[in-house]
């Protein structure tokens, strides 16, 4: 038989371990890592020869960083660190030389308890010029490109331009209007045909900053919206428009390409809608396209900032064939707009949102395709949009 003496040490010890486990249990709990990670790589791109830089961490608490190459060269870049504990901007990242003509790119993820960050970093070949990022774009459009809406000056926003490789050319990718109020682009321009959208490449989920101005000042795209349930990170100029290869659809995932979407909206009626544009750009020479958004009166909290959530969307389309088809009923060109309130239950034909591009204007306060001559414009404008409805329906 057990003496007292033998049982309360006994009991004792459990008594300990149980507050022990207690005590650990809450202080796990008390010390949750809310702070969405993210990753800043201030040069990018880089030129073809080897280099470092100090790249910049944010974490609340433990994270892992991990490399993913994209393509057939891999283990040309390194960090000097895969773990540690809270924000850093000493973590150095090292890349080898590109003896090749071609960029290279790499992916760097970052994963924390609260989730995960991606960074996207280029590295361009041998004797391509490097981007410099400057931050600053144009306050006033200088380009006479057809898809350009007129720029205003002193309006807060500013234009930018990304370019793309095709058949071995650089040639324009999309413009676009941004606002630095509101940590979203008014409009992305761009043209669209066969050629430029590219063979079938896929979705490179390449989300991050845009390489053209520094980061703090755009929302962060690295993971889903805190408001997810409610929202998606919805692009502008669709990933479908620019395949090809990886860089081309990469571009597409920069958070100045993106707006709060609602999921129904931007899975349905919308995604129904950049389907068909791109029907009608297979049957172009070449289809301009403006696709835009309304300011809302709501906003989401992003990366220390306010991202507003847009009203409505729409889409201002300049067709043009060189050809004697029906479509192109005016020197070869046609117009039409289409506007949708932002709203998740839209539902029946595209064409049912259709309008002149007079009206489209004056919904939006844009003007749009202003480098036609002046003679053709005036008819786009108030052209019907019955010359669209095969193709929108």
Not at 45 to 71: C, I, M, N, R
Not at 223 to 230: D, P, Q, V
Request: neutral net charge; contains cysteine; hydrophobic residues 35%.
């Amino acid at each position: 038989m057990k003496t007292l003496r033998t049982i309360l040490p006994v009991a004792a010890l459990i008594a300990a371990l149980s507050l022990a486990f207690v005590s650990c249990e809450k202080q796990e709990t008390g010390t949750a890592d809310t702070v969405q990670p993210e990753i800043y790589i201030p040069s990018n791109p880089v030129a073809s020869d080897a280099g470092s830089q100090f790249v910049h961490v944010t974490a609340g608490g433990d994270w892992g960083l991990k490399l993913e190459f994209v393509g057939n060269q891999s283990g040309w870049a390194s960090l000097s660190e895969s773990s540690g504990t809270g924000s850093r901007t000493n973590l150095k990242l090292r890349w080898d030389e590109n003896p090749a003509d071609t960029s290279r790119y790499v992916s760097v993820t970052i994963t924390t308890r609260a989730g995960t960050g991606v960074a996207t970093f280029c590295q361009n070949g041998k004797g391509q010029a490097v981007k410099p990022v400057t931050g600053n774009g144009q306050d006033v459009s200088t380009a006479g490109w057809l898809e350009l809406p007129r720029t205003v000056e002193g309006d807060g926003r500013e234009m930018f331009t990304h370019t793309m490789t095709v058949g071995g050319s650089e040639v324009r990718n999309y413009s676009f209007d941004y606002s630095y109020s509101d940590f979203i682009s008014i409009w992305v321009a761009y043209p669209l045909n066969t050629s430029l959208i590219g063979s079938y490449y896929g979705r490179s989920n390449a989300w991050g900053y845009d390489p053209l101005l520094p980061a703090k000042q755009q929302q962060y795209v690295g993971s889903a919206y805190s408001m997810k349930n409610l929202y998606g990170r919805g692009h502008q100029i669709p990933s479908a428009d620019r395949q090809g290869n990886y860089e081309r659809n990469a571009s597409t995932y920069y958070g100045t390409n993106m707006t709060p979407q609602i999921h129904d909206f931007n899975e349905g009626i919308w995604a129904t809608l950049e389907g068909k544009v791109r029907n009608i750009a297979k049957a172009a020479d070449t289809l301009y396209v403006v696709t835009g958004c309304v300011r809302g009166s709501e906003t989401m909290p992003n990366n220390g900032h306010q991202v507003n959530i847009p009203s409505a969307y729409f889409k201002a389309l300049l067709y043009y064939s060189k050809g004697s088809g029906t479509l192109g009923k005016y020197s070869g060109y046609s117009g039409v707009g289409v506007y949708m309130d932002h709203d998740g239950s839209l539902s029946g034909p595209c064409y049912n949102y259709a309008m002149t591009l007079e009206e489209l204007q004056r919904k939006t306060g844009l003007e749009f395709f202003v480098n036609l001559p002046d003679n053709v414009r005036s008819k786009i404008l108030v052209q019907d949009a019955s010359w669209a409805q095969s193709y929108l329906n």
